[in-house]
Structures are given as C-alpha cells and as structure tokens.
C-alpha cells in the first residue's frame, strides 16, 4: 500500500503544498530561536528556573521580567501561529480540490512570501503600514483557498 | 494521478471534514479582524509603530495599551487555538478513519456549532456557564473523535 | 471509494502517525484542564463573568487576578501550540513521504516522548536544562522530519 500513498507525494499540486506547508512552518519555528535569542541577550525570562545560573534570590530576581524586544518576538510568534494554522488546514483542503498546479503555486508562493515580509516587517520594525499588509495579503490568499475548498466541498 | 487525489475528495465524510474544518478555521480568522477592529476603536495598540499615525511622543505612547475588549477578543482566539487545532488534526484522522457518515456529520456539526456559540458566549459575554458548556461540548466531541481514531489506528 | 480512503490508514507509517499525533494533541488538551484546576483552586480568574459565583462587586472583583501556577500551565500550553503545530503539519507530510517504519516509529516516539517530559519539566518544574532539553529534542525531530520532507517533495 505504500505505492498508494506515495501518489500523494507524486501529484504536483501536493508536492507544492508539502514544500510551502515545510518553509512557512519552519519559519515559525525560527521564532522560538529568537525568542530564546533574545530572552538571553536580554535577561528576560519568566521563570524563576530559567535564572537559576545567574545566581540565587534577588540577583536572580531581577532577571523574571519582561522585555519589550522579547514581547515583539512573542507576539509575531503568536501571530504566526493564528495565520499559519489556517494556511495548514485550509491549504490541505485546497490541495485536495484539485486546482490548477499554477493558481496552487500562485497562492502557496505569495502566502509564504507575506508571512516572511511579515516576520521582517514585525521584528525590524518597518514603519505601518508594511506590518499590516503583509499580514492582509496571507490572509487574502487564505480566504482565497478557502473559497475554492468550500465551493468543490460544501457538504453540510 | 488528480483522479486518484480527487477520490479523498469525491468522499462524503471527508467533504464533510473540509467544510466544517474550513468553517471553524474561517471563524477562528474572524478574530483577528475582531481584535483589529477593538484595537481601532478602543485606541489600544501594542505596538510603537501602529500608533505613528496618532502623532508623535507622548500624544501617541498613550494608545501603547491593553484594553479589556481587546484582551478580551485575544482570550476567545487563543482559546480557538488550543481548540481547533485538535479539531482540525483529530478530525482529519477520525475521517480517514472510515465512520459512519451520519455519526461523522454529528461530530462536526456539534463541534462547528460548540464553537460559535463558544464565540459569542465570549464576546457578549454571556454570564456562566454558557461559555464554559460550549467549550465543553467542542472538547468532548473531539475526544469522542480521538477515541474513535485510537481504537482504529493504536499502532505504539 | 471508502476502500480507497482506508488504504491510507491501512498504512503502518501513517496508523503511527495517526496514533503519535492523537496522543500529543490529547496531552495538549489535557493543559487546558489543568488550568481550569489551578483558575478554581487557586480562585485566579481572567473574565469577571467567571468570578460572579463568588459574589457580587468588590468581593468578586479581588478573583481577577493572575496567579503564577495559572500563568505557568498557560506558558505550558502555548509552547505546546508552537511545538505541536509544526509536528502535526510536518509529521502527516512527512508520513507520506514513505519512510522507513522503524525510523518514522523512532521519530514518532522521541517526539512523544520528549514532549511529555517537557510538560512535566514545565509543571513540577524541574530545574533546568531539564526543561530545555527536552523542548530541544522535540525541536530537532521535527526538523530532521521536515528535511525528510523538503528532500522528497521539493517543488518551489
């Protein structure tokens, strides 16, 4: 049955999908270095295990604080997870409705393009609104998918 | 190779599976508009450079805020997360798992339906527990899901 | 076309990854019981709504707090969505890319496994690298999956 499967794996569309799917979600992997990153340079940690090496009781103390750079990777984390999620999801879906390998190429490229601007855009931080539409247009392209997916699958 | 990855696509649960996933996962998007639209309206950003257009140094540092709407929004979307998520993986097995297409329907539209009243329970809000029985009842369906793809797959 | 659906998870790599991913997403479920355990015991609530069994005004009012048990599960199961999200979405690509069965079972398993102690590190706590060991060991997995991945289905 394994040659059943690896059909998945040969149809373009799905490779296509597998390979964006693996960029966006290594990308937001990465910001769980930066924060790591950052939560060092800085000496912002929120637990009080994680100040151990840098002494005992108030010289540690000091360090379980939060950090305006720390906060900046941690919310473009979060918003990382809040878009990508959808992408996973609904770009599976999408995948499987069978579309055009170039209109699935066209969606896939320019979603996992935004959220790389969106990373930049967020961890510089460019001037709004560069944030901001790197963020509407995965979302756009998202709702896109989405569209397709319910309009091939709607099955209430 | 389409026609074989359209036959996932040409099954009953499985549309169900993708309509009701692109559902909830179009819901859960919703919320960054929500927040987005509290964020406005409320003056409350969280950071320096979405608040540039409200002027410079002190006349614009004080929309730096966290309001109760606001945070409140953010509770119900990372709630859909730590949700969904589930949702969205147990479900894809549970449909792979061969149910019954009526039992299947029954999972996803209690679990779709669990969710937006979870949303607007928490929006409104209502007093408790209506918010705390819809998240209950999306939560024990998924279980149901999980048992169901358990005793199917368990393969340790 | 119910026979085809069930040919995927006559699978044994994919039963394995269907079993692993039920088994963490169940494990991150649990975190959301934990914290409604520690909100009750600890009376630490986010929503006034969920404070008005305790009174009225003032009496309730005192119950909206944080509390640093509360706040600990939920940096838990935030770590969960960052690190679960990508195992989900890389582990299914990564089960039809045709692996071997032991080297996907041993990849499975680590993960599982490395991901269980880490709530453990986390909710004991237990001093570090403790903590950190094991979310790096479950980091690692996921990334030697996602080479796996990218190696078989590149398709830019």
Known sequence: EMAKLTQL????????????????????MLMSLVTAYFRI?????????DTASFGKGDSAKKYLRTDP????????????????????????????????????????RI????????????????????RGLSWAVGYAVTISMAYKVLKTTLYL
């Open 9 to 28: 794996i040969d149809n373009d569309v799905f490779l296509a999908y597998a390979t964006y799917a693996a960029i966006v979600l290594l990308k937001m």
């Open 41 to 49: 340079t800085r000496k912002a940690f929120a637990n009080p295990e």
């Open 69 to 108: 750079d720390v906060e900046r990777v941690r919310r473009g984390h979060l918003n990382d997870l809040e878009n990508i999620v959808p992408f996973l999801g609904i770009g599976l879906l999408y995948a499987l409705s069978a579309p055009e390998l170039s209109t699935a190429l066209l969606h896939f």
């Open 111 to 130: 979603f996992a393009g935004a959220r790389i601007v969106h990373t930049f855009a967020y961890l510089i931080p460019l001037p709004q609104p560069g």
